[in-house]
């Protein structure tokens, strides 16, 4: 495979099809990127000002006040961005006819007709349940069987598994599946031996070998899972629009069985639609790629979309760990578009199932966005592309930051006898409740939109439900923020002593997490938390309860990341009737062939639901562990 020695990406070189020319909604773009620096800009300016009121109600800001301020700003971007992300994407949602259409100018191409394209379909693997993703690629063959246009499509199972027994495994479990579909699908599976390059460098050896036999390449995750008509969708939009190299859908949780799981993916259902809907109608054609779920232009892609190996020795060099973000911005550089479909379809992904793992997950997107300080470099880069590396940065430097604003407060307050700090009580309530309002603004935003639609509320289970729902994932979201505030704080301190998250196979199974396990892994969380508790009493006890949204979670996280973890309050929250999603409550036929345990424990009829699946593939199964 191709490598690369320099993190400097040349400037592209026009060879085979020239870029396309820019789309038609140019000026309009930068109509509403300038409208959008200005309100967040402003947005920035105001609290830090609100902030300053505070501390100068004396008629002076100390230099302990200053060093608050100075740790405050670097926690406000991502805080203003998703605020007006929220305003805008509700204000469209409410406020238009084709939520879409306003802040795309994407064409939908005819799904129904037949399409010339031809599109790989790449699942990416390492160390997976063979059983499980072979059952979900098993049903997503079927739906686009059934749907009578698979003959465009092609499935390749691309596998960087390192663990024998596995790869064992995988190579029957996916004869099998080839066989099951022959002459209806093509379906080949490939492990490489070596993994330069972790996920992007498995893409890239598919590039080199079969790229140039394809049209469009449609990535997943190991726990991703498209319908037909969602695959269908995507080559018929890439056929209408040539300018556009990625196309994003927006991933939605699969139904879970965990109780971590239901409430977080309950959270980031509310907030990703009027965020991402937000962020379309600024970003426009510099738009997110997430790695997954998405569909590829491959011609560009693999001319333009090479990674560097970045130079250097310690976890931030080598390859690069979050590869999609930088691939878009190479994408958008080429002359090409990267676009979102910002509206929720039959997309899905499976959600960390315990705290634990979603920390790991966390922290493995911490060191690959800092790997991004190595690219800010990278010549020819659209502006908007080279902000959204520089906020992908600061997405992760916001939580040392946070905690490094209230441990300077906590320490004037401590040892500052009164004279290095003195705060406007007015101010610093009105600060609090106005941050706290933005920090959750694009779940407020969605969760409105839904209380404001009779269809959707039904959706979801109706009004009562949506309202408890979301206010106890409210609850929630604030006890884990703190916590994994924390975790990557302490992560990015020990990256100059060689601290590194690596990259290995995920957990995705519902399991009681080991108490030992959770102590050994939380016990900083936990020492924070009870030394605030401790600090508050201390110094006066009516410091505690301005105090508790910051260190309850933490003193709480060994329990809360048992109790949340295991199969028994995992039934205890289906029981419970909260964070229901749609999918659980109407379930698509697609899904059904999955027989997800949260339809089972749910009643679900999965009656007929094996024709829809590849009839006789749980046979070849049997025969092959034969």
Known sequence: MRQTGSPTCPAPETSGDAAPAPGPDAARLARR??????????????????????????????WGEWLMIGCFLLTLPWTAIGFWNAVIGLAV???????????STLRPGDAAGDSTASTAILSCIRNEDVDAVAASLDAMAADLVRSGRAAGFALYVLSDTDDAKIAAREERAFAALAACWAGRLPVLYRRRAENPGFKAGNIRDFLERWGAAHDYAIVLDADSFLSARTMLDLTARMDANPRVGILQTLVVGLPATSAFARIFQFGMRLGMRSY????????GDCGPYWGHN?????APFAEHCDLPRLPGAGPLSGWV??????????????????????????????????LLEFIRRELRWCQGNLQYLKLLGLPDLKPVSRVQLVLAILMFVSAPAWLAFMATGAALVAFGTGELIRVDLTAGFALFVIVLTMIFAPKIATCLDILADRRQRAAFGGGLRVA?????????????????????????????????IGWGAQIRDTRTLPLGLCAAKLWPQTLFGLAG???????????????????LGPALAIPLARLTSGKAAGRLALASRLWRLPEEIAPPPCLLPLRLPAHALLGVAFAGSEAASGAGLSVDLARAEG
């Open 276 to 283: 991402t809907l937000g962020s379309a109608w600024w970003q």
């Open 533 to 551: 508790v401790g600090f508050a009493l201390a110094l006066t006890p009516g410091l505690v309860w301005p105090l508790l949204p910051v260190v």
């Open 468 to 500: 408890a729902s979301w206010l106890t994932e409210l609850v929630f979201s604030m006890l884990m923020a703190p916590v994994i505030a924390v975790a990557v704080t302490l992560f990015i301190a020990g990256l100059p002593f060689g601290k590194a």
């Open 321 to 354: 760990l979050s590869h999609d973000q930088v691939e878009a911005v190479l994408m958008r550089r080429a002359g090409y578009e990267v676009r979102v479909l910002p509206l929720e379809g039959e997309s899905f992904e499976e959600n960390p199932p315990n």
């Open 93 to 103: 949602l409410r406020l238009s006819r084709d939520p879409l259409a306003a802040v």
């Open 294 to 298: 998405a569909i590829l232009r491959l």
């Open 33 to 62: 990127r300038a409208v959008f620096a200005a309100l967040v800009l402003a947005t920035i300016a105001g609290l830090t000002a609100l902030l300053g009121l505070a501390f100068a109600g004396d008629g002076t800001i100390t």
